[in-house]
């Protein structure tokens, strides 16, 4: 039985070429706005018994417009989680409180309370992280409303894992000036959102405005 010759090369004379491969499109662009996580330290220069707002922890992370005057950085802030220690006086107990109550109308909140009670020399210590799809665990915008409480004595270490969010084109003003900051320089201030003058909450980190 002979074989056929050439038909492999008739086919190839008298068939299509095959289809040139088209270009793809430049790929999409999730987002052009800038997202950052951080811890930040603060270390409680008084005893406290305070009320966090959204607006104080974006008001934590600010840059200069004017000597007197600052501009939040990030637009938007989520919490990932709040660690707080506590050391005892000789003699005397440490207690320690963190609450994510989410007490503001028409959201959800955590309804979450933490404590710790120690004495001698082992610091009290809570850690606590907001209930999925709860107010804290989303991302919102500088508002009055609570994000969370915090009770803990002088000397306490105050850590907040927080993630941001900013805005472009979006300009929003610190809650309260500052005194003799350096125009376009970026500085902290305290998690109650307060100078670093007048904060019960000194943040461990330099410059603050």
């Not at 299509?16 to 996580?37: D, F, N, V, W």
């Not at 811890?39 to 220069?45: A, D, I, M, S, Y």
């Not at 955590?110 to 665990?137: C, E």
């Amino acid at each position: 039985m002979q074989r056929r010759k050439g038909n492999k090369s008739s086919r190839r004379a008298g068939g299509r070429k095959p289809p040139r491969e088209l270009i793809s499109h430049p790929p999409s662009i999730g987002t052009y706005a800038i997202q950052h996580g951080v811890r930040l330290r603060f270390l409680t220069n008084t005893a406290v018994a305070q009320t966090i707002s959204y607006q104080n922890l974006l008001d934590t992370i600010l840059m200069s417009v004017t000597a007197l005057s600052q501009v939040d950085v990030f637009h938007a802030v989520k919490i990932r989680k709040i660690e707080v220690w506590s050391m005892p006086a000789i003699g005397a107990a440490s207690t320690v409180e963190v609450q994510l109550s989410g007490s503001t109308a028409g959201s959800q909140g955590s309804y979450r309370i933490v404590t710790d009670t120690s004495m001698g020399v082992q610091p009290a210590h809570v850690k606590v992280s907001p209930g999925r799809m709860t107010l804290a665990s989303m991302y919102q915008p500088s508002s009055a409303a609570t994000a969370f409480s915090i009770i803990a004595p002088t000397g306490s270490v105050v850590d907040v894992e927080l993630s941001f969010k900013n805005d472009p084109g979006l300009s929003v003003a610190a809650q309260n000036a500052s005194v003799g900051a350096t125009v376009g320089s970026i500085g902290y201030r305290g998690l109650d959102g307060l100078a670093v003058a007048t904060t019960k909450f000194t943040p461990a980190v330099a410059p603050g405005v």
